[in-house]
């Protein structure tokens, strides 16, 4: 079995939230938590995963998630959501067309784990998930994101829901591994000045909608500080140099060590970062600092032409060692 697994709604989109956050959960927040989680603990089984950083609308939102499913090799689609409604409604419930049987035991495994009620399984037709993905598919509304009793049983027994939905949906036993931010730190390659493991996503050019059109580089202010890296013109709408960069050529942001490799190094066009995924490696310039680690999890944005040639989806991971 292979499973695709996506969170709900997306990061421009934003789904439901309560009042206050916290003690109340936000939904697209904590969707992408259990994603993360529940597909580091499926790395031995066959998993992959997608958040939507980019859409602006809600349809597009809905197509670029079931497009995405619909171009994995897998044989079951995920959708992690939270429910919401007045506050006072509360528990678990899974959502499906056809998969009746794993529904309800998705939902019990979640309700044991989380100390939450079992809502159990619903029938919906009238979700663009349910009915848009080719393969077998679930809705999994975790708890009630608005319900104060329901946010502390999920936060309580985090890792213990994650798990309830790895094992039941891949039908097996799963090993428990620790979280990244419980694995020893990793040490960088003799000599680096800067090394970074992790997942990693896309960004700049005039196609990246996730930044504003007015939106600067971090230690680039001028386009002769690295003309190497920009188009000849300023994309019609845009101000910002995020926008301008060249996404036909391979660039990369992390969040470096300005102690380590100071802005004008980073600024070089003598100077690359080593960029690693699998068995293939490819020299790209620094062109920005980021993303926020603690907001997405991942450790690089790599430009579009970067991630083509890595064969990378976004979350997929990579190393970066710099200077190469």
Request: with cysteine.
């Amino acid at each position: 079995m292979r499973i695709a697994i996506s969170s709900g709604h997306g990061k421009h989109i934003r789904g439901a939230r309560g009042s206050p956050v916290p003690p109340q959960l936000d939904e697209v927040d904590e969707a992408r938590k259990v994603v993360d989680r529940v597909w580091q603990l499926l790395a031995d089984v066959g998993c992959v995963k997608f958040h939507d950083d980019v859409s602006t609308t809600q349809s597009e939102n809905l197509d670029r998630i079931v497009d995405w499913h619909n171009k994995q090799d897998r044989t079951l689609d995920v959708s992690v959501h939270f429910n919401c409604f007045d506050h006072s409604a509360h528990g678990v419930e899974v959502l499906y067309v056809s998969q009746s049987v794993l529904a309800g035991e998705v939902s019990e495994a979640i309700a044991l784990a989380g100390s939450f009620t079992d809502r159990g399984a619903k029938k919906r037709t009238d979700l663009a998930f349910l009915t848009g993905t080719d393969e077998p598919a679930i809705l999994i509304e975790t708890c009630f994101c608005d319900h104060t009793g329901d946010s502390e049983h999920y936060r309580a027994n985090f890792d213990e829901i994650c798990h309830a939905i790895a094992e039941t949906i891949a039908g097996t036993d799963v090993d428990w591994r620790p979280p990244e931010s419980e694995r020893p730190p990793i040490e960088p390659p003799e000599g680096a000045l800067f090394y970074a493991r992790g997942t990693c996503s896309w960004f700049g050019g005039p196609e990246d909608t996730g930044v504003s059109p007015s939106e600067g580089l971090a230690f680039l202010y001028e386009v002769s500080d690295a003309p190497h890296l920009f188009l000849s013109e300023q994309p019609a709408g845009t101000t910002g140099l995020a926008r301008r960069l060249n996404p036909g050529l391979m660039y990369v942001a992390c969040r470096w060590d300005y102690d380590r490799t100071p802005k004008t190094m980073l600024a070089q066009p003598n100077l690359q970062a080593l960029v690693r995924a699998g068995d293939k490696e490819i020299l790209a310039w620094p062109a920005d600092w980021g993303p926020h680690e603690e907001q997405t999890g991942r450790v690089a944005d790599l430009s579009p032409a970067l991630m083509e040639a890595l064969d990378l989806d976004t979350d997929d991971e990579v190393e970066v060692i710099y200077p190469a």
